[in-house]
């Protein structure tokens, strides 16, 4: 099932406005977060438009959670972050997806939550192409 107005359905336009995507996984899409603060952060969105983990199978759950963690690999391996945090929101987007951000102890928010979106750091079109072939290169 889709939702015509979610960008992680949909991609196009409304993915782009937040997202670019890199690949699709077992049961989700692999998504760079524009916003790159973190170097590296990405989201896994499910394939499906629920709302949470609590509605789909066992089963699917433990694929999904099988691409978060492939994932992260694939992450920690490209960006050699210190520390990956994951985050499951979407009060608003009520699509069930998993935010990975990585943090580096001489970064920035070390020890700290990490901020949804703070806009400080967006790249071009050439970085974020160099970003999405290291990742894939370690999936």
């Given amino acids: 099932m889709k939702d015509a107005n979610c960008g992680y359905c949909m991609r196009g336009e409304l993915l782009d406005k937040f997202g670019i995507f890199i690949c699709d996984l077992k049961v989700s899409s692999l998504i760079l977060f524009k916003e790159q603060t973190k170097p590296g952060r990405c989201i896994v969105a499910y394939k499906d438009h629920v709302s949470e983990i609590v509605d789909i199978s066992e089963e699917e759950m433990h694929l999904f959670m099988d691409d978060v963690a492939h994932a992260a690999r694939a992450i920690h391996a ?9 985050g499951a929101y979407g009060d608003t987007g009520c699509h069930l997806h998993m935010h990975l951000c990585p943090k580096y102890k001489d970064g ?26 290291k990742i894939k290169a370690n999936l």
Avoid at 108 to 127: C, H, I, R, S, Y
């Fill in 108 to 133: 920035d928010e070390w020890g700290g939550v990490f901020q949804m979106n703070p806009q400080k750091t967006f790249l071009t079109e050439a970085e974020y192409a160099e970003m999405i072939e």
């Fill in 78 to 86: 490209a960006f050699h972050p210190d520390k990956v945090n994951y």
